[in-house]
């Protein structure tokens, strides 16, 4: 990662040197526990709770190769369809929230403040309330069993939090730039596609992310709508791998499939890092 | 209740069950495909076993399949929800206890008419045939007998000489007096048994060896306030002597195997249920071995429970078709062949005679356990009363305030009770 | 053509072509609900038909499996009356709000700031510090975090071998389970860490420089311009964070058995309600339990944007 972006600072070499020391033990301690879980997706079952902290004796990718068939489907699946979720959610909620965003933002409308209002108020939702009722909802549109009540939410845009993050970005831009469009003729839709989508580009890349890697990482919604194995998204196909009722519990395999499953989200995160932090930047100081 | 492994008419039956069975799952040669919705809950182990079964049944009859397999915790949500979606799968992998809670809210289809028919028990044990009635009409269909039973460390106590006697007959006392014995000789950080406070089986077969049960046939508390203080006050004991781990080592078993104190070490007894000794060997180094429960009054206090069931679902558009899925299940030989004794030891006396052979030791031991059981058992308790779930959950968090001193053991046990009384009587 | 579209403006800077109030008005609305379109079907459709649906389940008995039928206000005098459960669970949950939300902030606004200034590696530490918001909630989680905080995890170890203590076991003790879930909440802190740092990019730097050569420390500054310029960012994280931990489920579900253990230590608010819900056979009660902490949830935003006017500046205070 470049330090080009970063502002010009005052710095001592002494204090510089302080601060790796303090990263340097956070960072430990932050991914000591990940650190485990790989090392330990590398050791046999036996091994990983009798004597948790010894490292593994060798790296064999045993775990590796059993975890990745050990149930009906392969993994292979399983990351198929979390992509095409997560993939298809990020468009839907970049089209949906920016446009919901954009008549918040920008457009004068009859009871703007209350249905804003509103939004901030989904928010706050406990998502256990309207679980069975939308269950019953999109079993009567025959959605159950696909992968249409994971998807087709976000292009209507329930994710108020991307809503509001966009609003607040797109508060940010200059009112002049979109005045002077109308001048030239401009309807609201050529701005919000011509001017105003081509300017947030960080909150867009920011809105991307989050709903990528909330997509990837949600359990409860595909539990409840995926019956059939071979839909099954990569934390539901984790969550089959242990169960308490009894049985071969694989958790060196376990461990194997869970390191694995970090990488999608880890190599966006790492690609898209230095985008999110303007994303989020303009909107939130309101400056 | 019985239950003999006598080889009764092995021969007369070998090829019959198979003939049977297959034309069972075929059925009449016109009839159009069906497609079914089939879910269990279980593991990987299981997931394989159980899928295997399902593609033999799919070229055998030609009916499509669809296999839904989810762990037990997630398993009861999702049923839940299905079921409020009137959207059940056809064949349903059912619990002891839900069994009721499902039937009697209609979401199940009484087997009555299909025995006989699609369903061909002829070999089936009646006792366990029973244990899937609810209200004189079978539900479900027991796909395995187990019982609760206590599993020790068996390398650890052979290698201190120590000989357990013949486990149908020992009490309570002669197995704490084999605790005290064996404090000072076992290895530091291994206890001589877990701690079985927070165990509503345990605390069933305690007031069963007093001629109690845990509910009475019209769904009330089946004990007394004084039989659950004096549980209360064993286990106690046993945490204040140093028999059992203290409290807050043994809650770091949340009720997955792995936790247990006999995997994590910390102890030479555990409690299981029977069926789960494969799994908790394959998890074990030492060799471990199953002995019944010592008794603490003069009845028997153990007895062979189904371990799981297949129901079919009410709202099924082809429960005919759901009924030879089920029986090809509980009855086909080539595919308990497969499924073996992994969801416990089938009520079906051929089949259980033609897998008996293929049998690893450890599964050998369970059902010599089971033998053993059937020689002192009492019968199946009467069908848990609605909300039993909640009140089996509440005894930990109870049993906690003892073990960790936040409760006065009397008032932990009032509390508990009233709380149970409570809970039935709310709706 | 200049008049079909009314941008708001600070002033109402645009020419507006009246001629009738009503038709006026919906030529004036017509866009804006066009682009709600989606949301605004979401809304109906999604999430208020359910919630509607929720509010009426919460004056009934309904146990999933049979029809609903209606129970008055039953549910709501057993939740304020009766129900012994559910003042633990409000306790478990005011306690890790109350706990987990300001420490959470803390460190995140803490690495945020030395973050901020480091110059070598940023983009490293950054995604170091990421990686567990990465994790999500699942299974190889909740073994994790067994194993950190059990009897003879590493937490007891270190503390063994730096104080010769022997810890108890934390995840399973009732006094301290509630505490690694408030250790998990920070450990993921990744989130607010990242709006802080871009709030802290938002800062002039010649403010500091300024300050630097008056001579006021670096206390000082923190106190004086890094706190009072972040006020609105660290509203932000506040307001999500403390939705976020009312509604917390997920963490305690893996962790603790998924029933609050031990003794209800751990029995988030969320928890107990998808308990009655799911495992109890209660929808009616539990979309009563629903209705109740919105209620909270939205007493507690509505404190903190009360609030807000006293330590919040904009400074384009447009809204």
Redesign the interface.
Known sequence: MSSGDLPATINSGKNEFLRHIVLGAAALAMIYPLLWMFLSSFKP??LI??DPTSLPTSFGLDNYYKGWT???ESFTTFYLNSFIVSVLAVIGNLLACSLTAFAFARLEFWGRKFWFAMMMGTLMLPYHVT??PQ??LF?KFGW?NSFLPLIVPKFLAVDAFFIFLMVQFFRGIPREIDEAAIMDGCGPWRIYWKIMLPLSTPVLATAAIFSFIWTYDDFLGP??YL???KTYTVPLAL?????????????GALFAMSALSLVPVFIVFLAFQRLIIRGVALGALKR | MTFKLNRRGFGRLAGSTAVAGLLAATGSAARAAASL?L?W????????RT?AVVDLYKKASGDEV?????????Y???L??Q?????L?DVIQMDYRYIF??AR???LAALDGFIGKELNLGDFDPNQLDSGKVDGKTYGISLGANSMSHVFNKTLLDGLGVKLPDSSKWTTAEWVALGKDLKGKLPAGIFFSENMGLLEPRLQTWVRSLGRDLYTADGKIGYELGDLVSFFEFWKMMQDEGLTPP??????D??????SMM???RAAFNFL?S??LV??Q??V?SEVDVVMIPGNGDKAGQYLKPSMFMSIAETSADKASAARLLNFFATDESANDILLI?RGVTGDASIRDRILPKLNPTEQKIINYLNLVSTRVSPLPPPPPK?A??ID?AL??AW??VA?G?AKLEDAAKTYYDNAVAILAR? | MTDSVAISGRQDVLPVVSNGGFRREIRRSLPGYLFLLPWLTGFFVLTLGPTLASLYLSFT?Y????PPRWAGLKNFEYAFTQDMRLRSAVSVTFNYVLWSVPLKLAVALGLAMVLDRSVRGVGFYRAIFYLPSLLGASVAISVLW?QIF??EGLVNKLLYLTTGLQG??W????DYALWTLIALAVWQFGSPMIIFLAGLRQIPQDLYEAASMDGASGWRQFWKITLPLLAPVIFFNLVFQTIEAFKAFTQAFII????G????STLFYSLYL?IE?????R?GYASALAWLLLIIIAAFTAIAFATSKYWVYYEDESR
């Open positions: 079952d036996e709770f009798s050990a149930l009906r679980l069975v269950y019953v079993l159950v539990l409840i019956n059939d194995i969550r089959a791998f242990v169960d308490s009722s009894g049985g071969e519990s694989l958790y | 919705r879910i809950w279980g593991n990987p182990e299981r997931d394989k899928i669809g296999a839904e397999s989810y762990a037990w915790g997630d009861w949500a999702k839940a929800t079921a409020a979606g009137q959207n799968p809670e499902y809210r209609n979401q409290a807050d080592v043994q809650a770091q949340s009720g997955k195997m792995e936790e995997v994590t070490k249920h069926n789960q799994a908790m394959k998890l180094e992994e909300n779930g909640e959950k930990r968090p906690e305030s960790f936040r709706a | 008995d146990d999933l499996l049979s067994r059990g009897a108890p076991s995840v399973s003790h009732p603790s058995g998924g029933e253990w031990p003794i209800d998808y819900a799911f495992a109890n056979f929808m």
